[in-house]
């Protein structure tokens, strides 16, 4: 069996040979397995997937994913790029303007929704534009036969959150302007779903769609209901009427709300290491498959014992069907490789007891 | 207490006439702000025991900037300096800030004069701006393993440019523990927003 069908089978809530790994290989991490800086690595499609595949083949696990929010750089995006001293400064083609320092991942530094009288001027990201489909294009040619390719879907809060507001702004504005945030996170929904539609027509696998703004820490329960989740139903509903097979993030404990993430229209949940997976898949397994959660703590220092433990723990919770091996979000920068061929190696290997 | 119910429950519109009409009735500003004051420390609690979130604790901590600013002109100046001056910023490279903006606020309301640099921060500006600010406080949050240990660097930074003496450091965020903290060299850690006025508070004792 390859990792693709691998994958496949345990998103369907079947049992596969073995339990997949797909770790959350992000930037820092995949830019420093090819040796070159973050931002060149994500404002040069070819690079970047030079260095997914390299990852990939590196520690030999399942899935890419292909973890840019917009898809891959255009032309014009390219031209844009502005590098400083001690970062580079890009601006993205949804009027967010993003901030990447020399040995990290991007992040917003200027939010494009400065004043909600601007919603209806918004605009949709230009899927055809050259360049945009071209990283999954080529994934999906090199290495799609055998790989499970995943690709990310701007999840409506975090997005409406961190790209268009700033998240403090926006978790204010939730409370006084809500009519404004629900148009604005409709749009959101709508710049999702374009874009998922999009990768399902290139071909790609799977979908991830990533929502850590709406954290557990951050918002409670029944906002979680009232502003993230029926966005998310939203995209996830519409992409798998059109052929697509989603998985959510959230960080947190996300315990709660479970039962609500089943119910989106998502196949898999993908959960931080504040949940318990045994409960989790006795409370949602029957619907949906589960994804993680070996701390990304441990994965970055812990000893050899402490990442098998890790990992066994996990297995022995949720594996067998509808069980994929993931870190419990993304790998902290600087993450030894040793400690990632570590995880990858053993959860390849080890059988539930 | 209506004004201490409104800071409770984020009442953005109905602070400043309620200020105006105690200012009108012979209150004074010292009084009104101790009531917000008090507000605020059980909005403190309320986000303790998770029946409050984030927004709901960002719409007290602006309802009680509405009215910290209208008070302000009225509130003798030595009393802010007495209660000291702080800056806070997110070290570089981490972006969260939500966690800094709440102690950030909590602190202000509780009195301090204080400058928020926001995320970010390279050593350089917290440097620049201590030089220009003389704080009694820096507050550095760092929520990563990796970025808390960029915290050394900072404080680092502030010994090599002679800045570090009658200062005090605290350090915050998901990342730090008290011994973290003890070992990169900082001089007090507080695990959350409320915690923080009290850490701030105690230093500013043993500064006196
Ligand atoms: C929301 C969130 C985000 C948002 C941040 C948005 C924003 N504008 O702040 C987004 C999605 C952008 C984000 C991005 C990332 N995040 Co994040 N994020 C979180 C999350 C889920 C919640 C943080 C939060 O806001 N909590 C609520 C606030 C109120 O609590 P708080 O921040 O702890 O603050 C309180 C105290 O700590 C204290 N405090 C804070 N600062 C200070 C300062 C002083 C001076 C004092 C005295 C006290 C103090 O008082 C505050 C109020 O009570 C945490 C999970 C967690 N366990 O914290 C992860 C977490 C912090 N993120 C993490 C990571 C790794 C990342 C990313 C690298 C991406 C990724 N892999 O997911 C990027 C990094 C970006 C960067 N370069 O910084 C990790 C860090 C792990 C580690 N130990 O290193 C965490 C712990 C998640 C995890 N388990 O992996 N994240």
Redesign the interface.
Known sequence: MNSYKRFQRAMEGDTPDRTPVAPMVNVPHASRVLGVKPWEYVTDNALYVKGQIAAQRKYGYDWIFNHQPIQGITAEERKAVRVEQDFVVLPTEMGSVLKIPLDGGPAVIDPALKDYSMLDDLEMPDMDRPGRMEPLEELLRQVGDEVYICSKVPAPFHYAAEWMRGLNQFLLDMLVNPQYVHRLLDFMADVAIEIGKKQIDVGTHGIMMEDPSAAAQVISPDHYREFAYPYERKVARALKAYGGDVIIHICGDTTPILPDLARTGAKCLSVDESVDLRKAKETVGDRVALFGNVPVETIYRGTEEEIKAGVRKCIDSAGGSGYILSSSCGLHRGTPFKNLHTLVDYAIKYKKE | MEIKEEVIK?G?EAIRPLIEEGLKKGRTAEDILAEMIEGMHEVGELFERKEY????T??SA?TMMLGLEMLRPLLSVEKAAERGRVIVGAV??D?H??GL?LVAMFLEAAGFEIYNLGR?V?TKVFLEKAEELDPDVVGVSAM???TALKVREVIEGFEKAGLRDGRFFVVGGAAFSEELADEIGADAYAQDAKKAVEVFQELMKRRK
């Open positions: 984020g953005m979130y984030v927004p709901e960002l719409l602006h570089e490279s972006i800030d939500i903006n970010d390279p990563m393993s990796t």
